[in-house]
């Protein structure tokens, strides 16, 4: 397989770099100045695309390379893929599903805490030897509290899991109530914000749930909810979740992604009501590997004309 | 429970007396009201002018019951200034500041925090134990600090899920622990003083071999003559250097000198601890280190586990003055 051409995007992790190396004639995108001529030069010996949630294939990409067959994305998630155009043009493509649900579902519980009992001011307060002074003053209760979770799929519903276990009432919103769950369902996000203390969010991002934390449904959660986000940024009005935790409108907020990584909002990096994460949802040696052994295998299946193992088209 | 004025200048004479030498940090910050009931009064140390022997002699035989915490130590020679008490009633899950054997000899009942600090203290474990597998107070420094756009991603962590945990000391806080981490997919076993039937995590009476089988060890247990600097170098080198170590039990558990040492040279891979042996002064070392998460001995500090404190407190006190039973006595075991 060592002649067939796969493109990968930008760095994402060391071990898959290697992988494909090994197995396949790798191009690396981003070791070229000209992308526009160094895909002119290769697009017809490039047969795949491995993308991430930085730099993934859209429609321009796709279009240079007419002999494109799979996509196969380090990543869960897929608003990075013109899926559209991989429909029409009959290009395959894989994700990395299951195997990074738990470290996900792991951050989210890790946020809650880390925001209702301040363990990041905390840790600060210690390092700048305030302790001396003074204890830090009273941090919130987690168990028992109220989480209401965006979106029940397989993450959603492994926070729900977690959740549970700290004595806590979980609620969701989904694009369609799930027959086989005990936990409440509501209609629509701003019920969803209103009934909980703790509001996860945990979908897929797509047009429909571009912004879909806005201001309605943060003035919903209220000056003592806290938001998670462990979507992607676009999920979140972003000015709006600033002036919303600058005025004290909302209580707190873990955040592991933004709309515009890597910075995070400048406003929020003076506040304690606020734990802020770089895009570390999936980010452990385990789960890396895993993810990174299942591209191989989506792609060397692939190309031995055997079933693909995670297949999205 | 009724808002009352204690005030050292009328002292009912039928109501029994609660001796208190220093506030205990839970009134500090609820206030004495929420301790207050018609069934006995606050006898308070501090507010009086009298030297403190005098004072204790002067009101030695009123003092049926002492509410005490870490600052005020209930020892032998206390008691022994106060013939007539019957009851010692510690503010906190640790009764280390109690000579319980005192007590026992003289057949005085302690009472201390039950259960009400057990989901605070896991969580809280949970939250130390989570951080330094995933480095979230690291990265959030890292966002903090500009170094996602100067430097690009940040490290990688380590999965929770699958991890070997190994608590010491399996009772209300240590079970809870226990019960999260199994939500997490980790896989429990413990050390406990006696093997609990109730569980079926596996059990390890030694602790060498807990911390050889474990990828994290979460201290939970109290503070006693058998458990201090239990965990020392033998037991930190069976944790290897691979292994974490979370303490929210009581700093002097850990022989700290040896922790940092071993934190220093990598010879285990992290810590986040909420006790120390001589809070707040923590070694300096620990400062430094990225791969340690430090907290100020807050890990029950929320306003509900105060509150749920300060009822037991009044529980307790009004059932000892009423002969009714108990409710959180501590056992002797």
């Known amino acids: 397989m060592d002649t067939i051409g796969v ?16 197995r396949f004639n790798l191009f690396k995108l981003w070791q070229h100045s000209s992308k526009v001529d160094f895909l002119k030069t290769n697009q017809h010996k490039i047969k795949a695309i491995v993308g991430n949630t930085k730099i993934g294939a859209d429609a321009e990409l796709i279009d240079a390379l007419p002999e494109l067959e799979i996509v196969a994305t380090f990543s869960v998630g897929l608003d990075k893929i013109d899926l559209r155009k991989c429909k029409e043009k009959g290009i395959r493509v894989t994700n990395t599903p299951d195997v990074l649900t738990d470290d996900v579902a792991d951050l989210a519980i890790g946020l809650i805490l880390g925001v209702l009992r301040n363990i990041c001011a905390c840790d600060g307060y210690v390092r700048s030897g305030k302790w001396k002074d003074a204890d830090f003053e009273l941090t919130t209760k987690f168990s028992g509290k109220s989480v209401g979770i965006l979106g029940l799929g397989r993450i959603g519903a492994a926070i729900a899991k977690r959740a549970e276990a700290f004595g806590c009432s979980i609620s969701y919103h989904s694009r369609s ?70 005025e004290g ?56 004309n055997k079933p693909l193992l995670t297949p999205v088209i | ?23 205990t940090p839970v009134m500090a910050v609820l206030g004495e009201h929420q301790f207050s009931s018609n069934k006995y009064q606050f006898l308070k140390a501090w507010e009086s002018p009298l030297p403190l022997y005098q004072f204790l002699t002067k009101y030695a035989n009123s003092i049926q019951a002492i509410l005490c915490s870490g600052a005020a130590p209930v020892t032998d020679d206390l008691l022994q200034l106060l013939p007539s008490v019957r009851l010692v009633v510690a503010a906190s899950a640790g009764t280390n500041h109690i000579d319980l054997m005192a007590c026992c000899r ?35 420094r890292y966002v903090r600090q500009g170094l996602w756009v100067k ?12 991890k070997r945990i190994g608590i010491v000391g399996l009772g209300g806080i240590g079970l809870q622990v226990a019960k999260r981490l199994e939500a997490f997919g980790c896989i429990i076993s413990y050390n406990s003083r006696k093997k609990k039937t109730f569980v ?29 600097h239990m965990i020392n170098k033998e037991v930190l080198s069976a944790l290897g250097k691979e292994g974490f170590i979370v303490n929210i039990g009581r700093g002097a558990i850990i022989d700290e000198k040896e922790l940092v040492r071993c934190l220093v040279e990598g010879e285990i891979a992290g810590a986040g601890l909420d006790v120390f042996e001589k809070e707040p002064d923590i070694p300096k070392q620990l400062l430094e280190l990225e791969n340690v998460v430090l907290s100020p001995h807050k890990a029950v500090f929320t306003p509900e586990s105060f509150l749920a404190l300060s009822e037991l407190v009044v529980g307790n006190l009004e059932a000892f003055f009423s002969n009714l039973p108990l409710l959180s006595p501590v056992m002797d075991e």
């Not at chain 1, 898959?16 to 190396?21: A, F, G, T, V």
């Not at chain 2, 808002?3 to 220093?22: A, G, I, M, R």
């Open chain 1, 177 to 246: 109530q799930k027959p086989n769950s005990n936990y409440k369902y509501f209609s629509n996000v701003i019920d969803l914000a209103k009934n909980c203390q703790i509001l996860v969010v945990a979908c897929a991002l797509t047009e429909e749930t571009q912004h879909i934390i806005n201001q309605e449904v943060i003035d919903a959660l209220g000056p003592k909810g806290v938001l998670i986000n462990i979507g992607r940024g676009a999920h979140v009005d972003e000015r709006e979740l600033v002036s919303a935790l600058l």
């Open chain 1, 7 to 22: 493109l990968m995007t930008c760095p994402m992790y060391s071990y898959l770099e290697q992988e494909l190396d090994a």
């Open chain 2, 106 to 140: 003289r057949g005085i009942s302690v009472t201390n925090a039950g259960n009400v600090f057990s989901d605070d203290g896991a969580d809280a474990a949970v939250g130390l134990l989570f951080d330094i597998l995933r480095k979230i107070s690291a990265a959030d």
């Open chain 2, 1 to 23: 429970m009724e808002n009352k004025d204690h005030n050292q200048n009328h002292q009912s004479e039928d109501l029994p007396q609660v001796l208190l030498l220093k506030p």
């Open chain 2, 151 to 162: 430097k690009g991603d940040y490290a990688l962590g380590s999965k929770l899920g699958g």
């Open chain 2, 200 to 228: 079926s995590y596996p059990f390890y009476s030694n602790i060498c071999e807990l911390a050889a089988d474990s990828d994290a060890l979460i201290i939970c247990c109290a503070l006693t003559d058998q458990t201090r």
């Open chain 1, 249 to 304: 409108r909302l209580g707190g907020a873990g955040l592991d992604v933004y709309e515009n990584e890597p910075e995070a909002p400048e406003q929020l990096l003076g506040l304690g009501n606020v734990v802020l994460l770089p895009h570390v949802g999936s980010d452990t040696i385990e789960t890396s590997n895993a993810m990174a052994d299942l591209v191989i295998a989506n792609l060397e299946a692939h190309f031995d």
